[in-house]
């Protein structure tokens, strides 16, 4: 039989071992963000190509080619951020919380920064 644990001690194992987004996006969010920066993508590398679809002529398709190159060298990719531990996330939640609260709020905060 398993030693048995105290709410406390189960409460600090959770804080280490669970873990949430650092970047406040939930998992669902993940694929979407693939489909729309793919869809991005395709669209930068195709649009130069419609002007060659009314007459292809020497130096446009030289211009075109040279913009469709541009469109494909700046795709860099999207990327993951690694979650953080539930402990982390509880401690900047409380942090923030504490800041907001010395100033009066969000939006007293936002009138701060706007002045």
Not at 89 to 107: I, N, P, Q, S, T
Request: hydrophobic residues 30%; charged residues 35%.
């Amino acid at each position: 039989m398993g030693t048995f644990k105290t709410p406390q001690e189960k409460k600090r194992l959770s804080y280490a071992k669970d873990h949430r987004p650092n970047h406040g996006e939930r998992g669902s969010c993940v694929p979407k963000r693939k489909r729309t920066y793919a869809r991005v993508t395709r669209r930068a590398q195709n649009q130069p190509l419609e002007t060659l679809k009314s007459e292809p002529v020497d130096e446009l398709l030289v211009t075109t080619e040279l913009r469709v190159g541009i469109a494909r060298r700046k795709n860099r990719g999207w990327g993951k951020w690694p979650d953080i531990s539930l402990g982390e996330h509880v401690a900047k939640r409380k942090l923030y919380r504490a800041e907001m609260e010395a100033v009066g709020g969000r939006r007293a905060a936002k009138r701060k920064l706007a002045a």
